[in-house]
């Protein structure tokens, strides 16, 4: 359900989620970080603006990612409010983007602890990647 302030809430799970725009913001969908610039830049962010009335934005860990996988689409996996009216230069309040590639979770790897788990989205599917690499974020609040 989309709040009208930037924010997903996923009915199914209660978790609130960033909205991601295409227009140079923090937001912008083609903003890429690093594991540990995910955490310091793009959540930092976030919270010191207070987005949508909230500082307590968090990356999710990787069960809350996979969560907004929508197996019944592709390219991206997710459902249309993750990814509606992306066009050049729309908000957060006008439309919902999302990257057809890596986006992080705060979940590190436990076999090789120097890389982290992201949800790959034209599929869906989860895999482990080099925490130096880039990747995108999308934010959430709420839940565990």
């Not at 610039?37 to 959540?43: D, L």
Request: proline letters at 5%.
């Amino acid at each position: 359900m989309d709040n009208g302030d930037g924010t997903i809430t996923d009915v199914n799970t209660g978790l609130v989620w960033e909205k991601q725009s295409f227009d140079g913001s923090v937001h912008d969908v083609d903003n890429t970080y690093t594991w540990d610039q995910a955490f310091s830049g793009h959540v930092a962010t976030l919270n010191a603006m207070s987005f949508a009335g909230h500082t307590d934005w968090r990356v999710p860990n990787v069960r809350e990612l996979q969560s907004i996988a929508n197996y019944q689409n592709f390219n991206p996996a997710v459902s249309p409010a993750f990814n509606t009216n992306c066009t050049p230069g729309c908000t957060v309040t006008s439309c919902s983007c999302t990257q057809a590639s890596n986006y992080w979770s705060s979940t590190t790897y436990a076999l090789n602890p120097q890389n982290a788990w992201f949800v790959y989205s034209p599929d869906g599917f989860m895999y482990a990647i080099s925490k130096p690499s880039n990747g995108y974020v999308r934010a959430v609040r709420g839940g565990s």
